[in-house]
């Protein structure tokens, strides 16, 4: 089976890389694409797995400039783009970190619709898939910061981490801004997306996409080396650090 990965993060990459294989032996994934021009140019038969959003652009511009006849499954860390992925040939929506389990039931279903006559998802069934994603997931995905006289927004998706200093919650940007927040770390952690987020002690909440390095250290415990860095060593104590591989591998 051919399969092309559209994909702008080199770890949600390595992740399908291993799990495929161990799923279906014959996958051979043909190619790895990060930008929507790229795409564009690359559609041949087999099936895609597209992140929605990419390093130039957002995924559906790729389906307005050209026609997709090959399955899709999308793979994103939210879930408000489900309904319009399912009108554009998608046959699942896999919530990041991707399971192993949803990877598998993905790929069944293309191999049901793959010998039938049917390549679009029944009616129903994005009924009951939109449901589920809608009721699962529903994570702050913006915030409109106090700043002097103004409101800045910015994005959850460019916080790198979000750190307690001098008893205030401060978020800093993969640009090396700093804002400070209303909200309290704990507040924050329920409201970001654990998918995306992780609470790595009381002082921490780090981006999965901001951990470049992961070392052992003393008594057990993980020291998270993150870009950008921050002042302060980021560590996991012994008794999470079971449960943060975990998180990491998905």
């Known amino acids: 089976m051919n399969i092309a990965i559209i994909e702008d993060e080199e770890r949600a990459v390595h ?5 495929l ?9 043909v190619a790895v694409m990060d930008t929507v021009e790229d795409s564009v ?3 041949r038969q087999g099936i895609i797995f597209l992140d929605i959003h990419l390093a130039d652009g957002a995924c559906f511009s790729i389906f307005e400039q050209c026609k997709v006849d090959v399955p899709v499954i999308f793979t994103t860390a939210y879930d408000q783009y489900a309904i319009k992925a399912f009108e554009v040939n998608s046959i699942d929506y896999l919530l990041k970190p991707v399971r192993k389990e949803r990877l598998q039931q993905a790929l069944d279903k293309f191999q049901r619709l793959n010998t039938s006559s049917q390549r679009a998802v029944p009616k129903q069934q994005l009924q009951l898939i939109t449901r589920e994603i ?6 702050k995905r913006h915030f409109l910061i106090p700043y002097k006289d103004r409101l800045i927004p910015v994005s959850a998706d460019d916080f790198a981490f979000f750190e307690i200093k001098g008893g205030v919650v401060r978020g800093i940007t993969f640009d090396k801004k700093y804002w400070l927040l209303e909200e309290n770390l704990d507040e924050l952690t329920d409201e970001l997306c654990p998918g995306a987020f992780y ?3 009381r002082q921490f909440l780090v981006s999965r996409r901001a951990i470049k390095e992961i070392e ?3 008594n057990g415990r993980f020291c998270l080396h993150l870009s950008p860095n921050p002042e302060e060593p980021v560590l996991v104590s012994k008794a999470k650090a079971g449960k943060f591989k975990e998180w990491m591998v998905g």
């Open 199 to 201: 609470r790595a002690n």
């Open 15 to 19: 992740q399908l890389k291993s799990l």
């Open 41 to 43: 140019s690359w559609m």
């Open 134 to 139: 809608t009721k699962a997931t529903s994570y």
């Open 21 to 29: 294989p161990e799923i279906i032996p014959a996958a051979n994934v």
């Open 216 to 218: 052992y250290y003393f």
